[in-house]
């Protein structure tokens, strides 16, 4: 995360995150509309990143369907004491936001005191700038914040930690990520069906 800007700007940048933010089944609505009419979200456009689009939709309206979050997670998640908002930022084309987003959507719906608001990477260049994973702009990235003390309670992402392993374990191994991994982290996500990450997010609860 970067320290070049004020405090007072970074609570600037998030506010009118949360305020021009979707919900989660607004984004998915302007994912399906914008793939109509042959787009993705974000300013590039391109025919790779409308393919990506469209199946990350499929994923998502897969996930939509099928996600049961475990029961002890579930209770858990239901007796937190929670008052933050889950300013996540992302795009339709993102593989990773597609298994992530329908997860938060399904553990922030459990607990009034967490609201989840999704918003463009590209559209809010500034406030993406200022968390950064690794000098780069990774999506999606979710902010923790309390709007009552106006602070930055935690960041998580782009991915869940034991993706983030396996991640650092094929790049010190082979140097970079190819079709192979990708695929094998494809199949992760869909055996691991959520657990991982609300996991994570527990913990910063």
Same mark, same amino acid.
């Given at each position: ?19 021009? !933010? ?9 994912? $399906? +509309? ?7 979200? !974000? ?12 199946? %990350? ?24 004491? /929670? ?11 993102? !593989? ?16 009034? *005191? ?7 990477? +590209? ?10 994973? %690794?000098?780069?702009? /990774? ?21 869940? $930690?034991? /993706? ?7 790049? /010190?191994?082979? *140097? ?15 055996? +691991?069906? !959520? ?11």
């Amino acid at each position: 995360m970067k320290d070049t800007i004020p405090t007072n700007q970074v609570q600037e940048l998030i506010e009118r995150g949360i305020a021009e !933010g979707y919900t989660y089944e607004a984004y998915r609505a302007l994912v $399906s +509309d914008l793939l109509q009419e042959g787009k993705s979200t !974000g300013h590039e456009q391109s025919e790779a990143l409308t393919n990506y689009s469209m199946l %990350n939709d499929r994923r998502m309206k897969r996930w939509d369907k099928t996600l049961k979050i475990d029961p002890a997670i579930q209770e858990a998640y239901i007796n937190a004491s /929670a008052n933050v908002t889950w300013l996540v930022l992302t795009e339709g084309w993102c !593989g990773d936001a597609a298994h992530i987003l329908p997860v938060l959507h399904k553990l922030a719906s459990m607990n009034d *005191g967490i609201t989840l608001k999704i918003i463009s990477r +590209d559209t809010h260049d500034d406030l993406m700038s200022h968390f950064l994973t %690794n000098g780069g702009k /990774a999506i999606p990235k979710l902010i923790v914040y309390n709007q009552q003390t106006k602070e930055v309670v935690n960041t998580w992402g782009p991915r869940p $930690s034991i /993706a983030t392993a396996m991640v650092q374990e094929y790049k /010190a191994t082979h *140097g970079a990520l190819d079709a192979t991994f990708k695929e094998s982290l494809q199949g992760w996500y869909n055996k +691991d069906k !959520g657990k991982n990450i609300a996991q994570d997010l527990l913990s910063m609860l």
